[in-house]
């Protein structure tokens, strides 16, 4: 869903610092997941049907939707809870989420459902807008028991609470004195969660823990002096808010009076800055898809405190890369196909990354309450015209120097089974392409292969079995 607030500053915060990636995983992800997060063109009756044409011709063959609570559920702008059966689906106005979970079982795509805020007024400590401040986690758990039984069989994983690390999400997120509070604040959600879709029948529902932001604070208690109260409203640091939580400190030791939480992995949006896919925050408790060790070995420490179960795998369920005319985050759209790839190969390569995802189909409009609170991670202009990313995210491309040559790795995303791929090359001067070489691919649409043949730009073909034809767009070498 668009935000409210942006990531911009805090990214911003953190520096422009640019560092190496670690070494390539040995081992890739051998069942990793591609989730697609249309956000309103899905919601609206108006722009779905042609939007899911779009996405059958992308080759999306999994969801993620966000359901919140507060557009859904009854008099939600009441201070005074209205008398309903809050676990029972029927008092509950589902609408278009209902709609478009059919579709997707319609078309056997499945479904990461991720419920988060805003709450109804009446389940908020203050009742104050934006209505996200200590939701009653004892309403949660009733709402998530109707959501479960409204839609058990078409969600195939839940996900609890979208950034909450963020406080257009979750407030508090710190105490008066800038101490962190907002973990414990979802680690209470969480429980309730999960205990309202065993309520539904789910004995061991498969349930995603975090859904954080990339960046933030480990402490503001600097900034409140200057800052005052807008101190407050910063983000916490992913891991720092993971920790709180887990109820651990910062050597990772588990407080003993905190219980190992089950969940069937880890979520997190592992946004970068325009300075590309390798960039690492100098902050050690941030995450970008650049420095996804960092999440690895937490988790690791977490699961040795028992704190989690061990080996929880990550989904980076949101993911996106900002293009122009985002004059703050944008990278040329020419750019933006070119790390969006290299992301997926990042994510792909490393074998506890269970899910990568694409945020927004279509931009949205420029401008917002804040610089940057918009989101142009589209595979297409506000207009509806394409970027080059459009044409490249059903083939994407990387290609790395090497010594001798170049590595060049692929996926064609719109197969169902192993096929053959045709990779071009242009030399620097030439005036058109000529073919490299053919590829075949594994049974999930993934290739690889070395070349010596030098060149400026790279290219893919495809034509699908009924004959629709695709071709990426030029890539560089990195």
Known sequence: MPRFRTLLLSLIASGLLLSTAGATQALASQSQITY???????????????????????????????????AVAPEPKSATTPNFEAASPTGYAWGQYAVLLAEAQRLHWPVLLTVTAPAPRWATSNHKAPYVTRPDPEDFEKFM??????????????????EPNESVFLMPQWSSSGAPVSG??????????????????????????????????????GLLRRERAKALL?????????????????????????????????????YTLPAGPK??????DNV???????????????????????????YLTEFGVQSKPNKYLGVSPAKQAEYDAICE??????????????????????????????????????NGSAKPLYSGWPVPLTVTKRKHGVALWGLVR????????????????????????????????????????????????????????????????Y
Not at 148 to 157: C, I, L
Not at 246 to 270: D, I, R, T, V, W
Not at 279 to 284: G, N, S, V
């Open 36 to 70: 697609f997060e249309g956000s309103a063109v899905l919601l609206n009756p108006a722009t779905r049907p042609h939007a899911l044409e779009q996405l059958q011709f992308l080759g999306v063959k999994a969801l993620r939707v966000e359901l919140n609570w507060e």
């Open 145 to 162: 028991t109707a959501v479960a039984r409204e839609f058990g069989s078409e969600v195939s994983v839940y996900s609890i609470w979208n």
């Open 184 to 221: 414990r604040i979802y680690r209470g959600l969480y429980q309730a969660g999960y205990a309202g879709l065993q309520a539904a029948g789910l004995a061991h529902p498969k349930v995603l823990f975090g859904e954080t932001a990339p960046v933030g604070y480990d402490s503001v208690k």
């Open 234 to 270: 910063h983000p916490v640091a992913p891991l720092a808010f993971m920790r709180e939580a887990l109820c651990l400190n910062a050597k990772y030791k588990k407080s003993s009076s905190c219980s190992e939480l089950q969940m069937s992995g880890y979520a997190h949006h592992a």
């Open 279 to 284: 960039y690492i925050p100098p902050e050690k």
């Open 288 to 314: 970008t898809i650049g420095s996804l060790s960092r999440l690895s070995n937490a988790l690791n420490l977490a699961a040795g405190a028992r704190a989690i179960p061990a080996n929880v795998p990550i």
């Open 345 to 382: 190969r990042i994510a792909y390569e490393n074998p506890r990354v269970a899910a990568f995802s694409q945020y927004l189909l279509k931009d949205d409009p420029l401008g917002g309450p804040e610089p940057g609170a918009s989101f142009q991670t589209g595979l297409e202009y506000v």
């Open 414 to 477: 719109p197969s169902s089974g192993a096929t053959t791929v045709t990779i071009l090359v242009k030399g620097k001067g030439a005036k058109h392409y000529k073919t490299l070489r053919t590829a075949a691919t594994n049974s999930r649409g993934y290739w690889s292969l070395s070349s010596s043949t030098p060149g400026q730009y790279w290219r893919v073909r495809w034509t699908s079995p009924s004959g629709v034809k695709y071709e990426g767009p030029p890539i560089s070498a």
